[in-house]
């Protein structure tokens, strides 16, 4: 179905003048907002322009400090997410809201069982899951744990976990940044299903792509406020101009340089289940793009290299220096550095500082005789968080408390002051607005003019190819294939994504006797 760009369903929600504060921030000021029945309202702005906080408002877990919040008509308060739940608002955060520890279906349905004579009704809890994972596209046995899923289907149980509550008001932040394009046309096939249903949605994204195919209104933040209403068709690159207050003119602006020397050399590296006899080379000055598929095995490859995770057989080596195993401090000492998929979970201290965190990895260097030197690692702090144009209250500020993206460029501010030769960037802008996102490939390329070499993954295929001097395909734990920046095109890695997944399974089912 094409969008609408004048949706005339009833109104569900509005905001009126709405004013939020924290301390040292103006997070919004004055926005406007209204959304209704059956239309996908697109929320579009920078890192920082507001999003996050106008959500969580909607979710129930910031009050506003002035303005009102209207649902169907009626002045609300909304105390806390179950407030929301019970006014059918549920919200798809970006960074998930699930719990590690418990299986699939206890996440979908938790704090609400279905019951049965007083005692959890597991059976019927397990086929509800079920049926909403299948409805979401996903196959997943309803009693795995959550810890052991990969992010993509975290994604999907979340929806499926939202599409349990029965909500009118649907908001997703950022649904599609970590699935792969099958994955993104499934979840809008059931956006459109949701929207001839009546319910109204909230459509977070920095693909500026999706909002046309997706969208029908677009409401632009930009410093905390509400700039102007526009149809979802309107021109990308007045989107952007109307987003950052500002034209961009190249989105992806790769300086190639001569490569030099091998800094990364990996050789035959393999572990039993997840990657086999994977080799390749990155030089001083380059950018290699490692794409695939979701399941190819591309993040589990960067973090044994880095030392986060064990393999079986095969070398690492770093300017002709073989690095032990599983050793993230050999790695480090080499100069090696990982921004890494998971930056919550993975990348950051979230009750710690911005300064804290920048001067993680030179924490070390930072101390003589048991003493750090504090003032040194504010000034560097300060300095990285300038060049990065972190927006944030100050150095002291918790990390927590930043943006999605904000959180990200002091993930990789570390590595930046760490003066890494081999840079590992695992999806470095998930989540990321594109006005951010050329901020970080022009340090990408003054990383490279400077001698030093990247390594990123990324499921943002145009990313890849836009950035990359060499683009390696993977393709169920194998390396499938090697192409140039010139012969690198969408169709020439999927070909080679879908048929190496293809040669690969043939391979490992002659490996086992066709069983």
Not at 337 to 349: I, N, T
């Amino acid at each position: 179905m094409e969008p609408r760009a004048e949706p005339d369903g009833p109104e569900v929600l509005r905001m009126e003048s709405v004013r939020k504060t924290f301390p040292g921030v103006v997070a919004l000021d004055s926005v406007n907002f209204d959304l209704r029945a059956g239309e996908v309202h697109v929320l579009l702005g920078e890192n920082g322009a507001g999003k996050s906080t106008l959500i969580k408002m909607l979710s129930g877990a910031h009050r506003p400090d002035s303005g009102r919040i209207v649902v169907d008509g009626t002045p609300v308060r909304l105390k806390g997410a179950q407030d929301a739940e019970r006014l059918g608002i549920a919200t798809i955060y970006q960074e998930f809201n699930l719990v590690p520890e418990l299986s699939v279906a206890e996440n979908i349905f938790l704090g609400r069982p279905p019951r049965r004579f007083g005692l959890i009704d597991r059976r019927r809890m397990e086929t509800d899951a079920a049926r909403l994972c299948e409805r979401v596209g996903v196959t997943v046995d309803p009693r795995a744990r959550i810890r052991d899923l990969g992010i993509a289907r975290r994604q999907m149980v979340e929806i499926a976990k939202a599409l349990s509550l029965n909500a009118r008001v649907l908001i997703m932040d950022e649904p599609t940044a970590v699935l792969t394009t099958d994955e993104v046309g499934r979840l809008f096939r059931i956006v459109r299903a949701l929207r001839e249903d009546g319910v109204a949605i909230v459509f977070i994204t920095h693909h500026l792509e999706e909002i046309a195919a997706i969208g029908d209104r677009v409401t632009v933040l930009r410093d905390g406020r509400s700039v102007t209403q526009v149809p979802a068709g309107t021109d990308q690159d007045e989107l952007v101009r109307l987003m950052v207050g500002r034209s961009i003119e190249q989105q992806y602006p790769r300086e190639p340089v001569d490569a030099g020397e091998p800094l990364l050399s990996v050789a035959g590296l393999t572990r039993d289940g997840s990657f086999h006899d994977v080799g390749f080379e990155v030089r001083a000055g380059e950018v290699v793009g490692l794409a695939g598929l979701v399941g190819a095995g591309r993040t589990e490859v960067v973090r044994a290299v880095f030392g986060a995770d064990p393999y079986d057989a095969g070398t690492v080596t770093v300017l002709g220096q073989p690095l032990p195993r599983h050793d993230v401090g050999a790695a480090l000492a080499a100069g090696i550095g990982l921004v890494p998929e998971d930056r919550k979970a993975q990348g950051l201290l979230l009750d710690a500082s911005v300064q804290e965190n920048l001067g993680l990895v030179t924490l070390r260097r930072a101390t003589r005789a048991g003493l750090v030197d504090r003032a040194g690692q504010r000034e560097a702090a300060a300095r990285i968080a300038t060049r990065l144009a972190v927006r944030m209250a100050g150095l002291d500020q918790h990390v927590r408390t930043l943006s999605g993206g904000n959180q990200q460029k002091v993930v990789i501010g570390k590595w930046l002051l760490a003066d890494s030769k081999v840079l590992i960037l695992d999806e470095p802008t998930r989540g990321i607005d594109v006005g951010a996102k050329v901020e970080i490939y022009h340090l990408i390329n003054e990383l490279t003019a400077s001698g030093h070499a990247v390594l990123m993954v990324s499921s943002d295929l145009p990313e890849v190819l836009g950035m990359s001097d060499r683009v390696l395909v993977m393709a169920h734990g194998r390396i499938a294939g090697e192409l140039s920046a010139q012969e690198a095109t969408q169709d020439a890695v999927m070909a080679l994504a879908v048929k190496g997944d293809d040669v690969a399974k043939g391979t490992h089912m002659e490996d086992s006797g066709g069983q």
